[in-house]
């Protein structure tokens, strides 16, 4: 009986209380949904930052990093086309040929003066020689912005006038199939690197993602890739005296036989 009336009054103060308060169910959805292997829509139209409209298909013919931003953004776009600018000239492609970019904002209001003026600044940034025709800097309508963001997995909600949303890249193939994505707003040379050039073999890139993940971890104080020193020698370790212990396993056997 002591046991039975105990259970009962944990489970009634346990129990959620409820009212008549309706459950708010509309809460912006903000979130990155992986969509690896899937396709964006290449006929959707664009305007570049000429004014011209353009569609996916017509720029997007090669290895392609697709950057979602919105251009009057104060904080993570900027830092995370700026990152961008910083490592283009540490890979060993070349631009134009090997790959591209496609920056496009996903706020219908931006106009395209200020994808040029963007365009601009973040070419300069580079400092190095870059052809303008190889990265682009796209605005559109609410439409299109919305087919490109959901096939893309990219969720985003406007709150006042900023916006909530998921800070990364996708890199896809010739025919528009996300094999990768890019997540912060730093890129590592390497893992761009091997981004695009899965692209151009049409590979999805979870096993390597997921390697790179196990050996580097971001650090947001410093704001950049670290090598998991520990991680990576205590595996290697491991693996040694798995193998040692393997060897005098069937060493031994062979000695008795």
Not at 29 to 49: A, Q
Not at 81 to 101: C, F, N, R
Request: hydrophobic share 40%; glycine share 6%.
């Amino acid at each position: 009986m002591r046991v039975t009336l105990i259970i009962t009054l944990l489970l009634a103060f346990s129990a959620p209380a409820f009212s008549d308060t309706p459950v708010e169910t509309d809460a912006p959805r903000v979130e990155l949904v992986e969509k690896l292997g899937e396709k964006i829509p290449l006929n959707l139209t664009f305007k570049d930052s000429t004014g011209s409209d353009i569609k996916l298909r017509e720029i997007i013919d090669r290895p392609t990093v697709v950057v979602p931003v919105y251009y009057d953004c104060r904080s993570v776009c900027n830092f995370m086309l700026g990152g961008l600018s910083q490592v283009i000239p540490e890979l060993k492609l070349t631009a134009g040929e090997d790959y591209q970019i496609v920056a496009f904002s996903f706020d219908p209001e931006e106009s395209v003066e200020l994808a040029k003026h963007n365009k601009k600044t973040y070419l300069t940034a580079i400092q190095s020689p870059y052809p303008s025709e190889a990265w682009h800097f796209l605005t559109g309508t609410q439409e299109n912005i919305l087919q490109l963001t959901d096939a893309a997995g990219y969720y985003f909600e406007k709150e006042g006038e900023e916006f909530l949303h998921p800070v990364a890249a996708f890199v896809v193939t010739a025919d528009g199939t996300i094999v990768r994505y890019l997540i912060g707003q730093r890129f590592m040379p390497l893992d761009l690197s091997m981004a695009l050039f899965e692209a151009s073999e049409g590979r999805i890139g979870t096993p390597i993602r997921k390697a790179l993940e196990f050996c580097f971890s971001y650090d947001p104080e410093g704001r950049r890739y670290v090598f998991n020193l520990l991680r990576v020698s205590g595996t290697v370790i491991l693996l040694t005296l798995g193998s040692f212990l393997l060897f005098l396993i069937f060493s031994g056997r062979k000695k008795k036989q």
